[in-house]
């Protein structure tokens, strides 16, 4: 029976040498998956964060160009107010003109009436 503890106390001492090496193995997997881990995070931060500046930028761009369009819509608006002021005076000065011909057309038949 002294032979047999004494095996068992070198299986026992195996075991626990087992034991130990695949715990070592184990913290040296579980470090390298960490690493990957830590990796993995960083890259998904940086495209995450890449994808802000780019949504950011794009909401600046669409901002700028929403700016312009009021800036020229302003202008259109002031232009056409001066297109119809324009016309407006050219249908008040067509109507004035008319007038003046009305009035030369009379002025020219009291003149043949009156050298007649």
Same mark, same amino acid.
């Given at each position: =029976?002294?032979?047999?503890?004494?095996?068992?106390?070198?299986?026992?001492?195996?075991? =626990?040498?087992?034991?130990?090496?695949?715990?070592?193995?184990?913290?040296?997997?579980?470090? +390298?998956? =960490?690493?990957?881990?830590?990796?993995?995070?960083?890259?998904?931060?940086?495209?995450?964060?890449?994808?802000?500046?780019?949504?950011?930028?794009?909401?600046?761009?669409?901002?700028?160009?929403?700016?312009?369009?009021?800036?020229?819509?302003?202008?259109?608006?002031? /232009?056409?107010? =001066?297109?119809?002021?324009?016309?407006?005076?050219?249908?008040?000065?067509?109507?004035? +003109?008319?007038?003046?011909?009305?009035? +030369?057309?009379?002025?020219?038949?009291?003149?043949? /009436?009156?050298?007649?």
């Amino acid at each position: =029976q002294v032979e047999l503890s004494c095996t068992t106390a070198a299986e026992k001492d195996q075991l =626990q040498e087992d034991h130990n090496c695949l715990r070592e193995e184990f913290k040296e997997a579980m470090a +390298l998956l =960490q690493s990957e881990i830590d990796e993995a995070r960083r890259m998904k931060y940086e495209g995450e964060s890449s994808y802000g500046r780019e949504v950011d930028r794009m909401k600046y761009e669409l901002a700028a160009k929403d700016e312009e369009l009021d800036d020229t819509r302003v202008h259109l608006k002031k /232009v056409l107010a =001066q297109l119809e002021e324009a016309e407006d005076s050219r249908d008040a000065f067509q109507t004035e +003109l008319e007038k003046l011909e009305m009035v +030369l057309e009379e002025t020219r038949r009291e003149l043949e /009436v009156n050298t007649k």
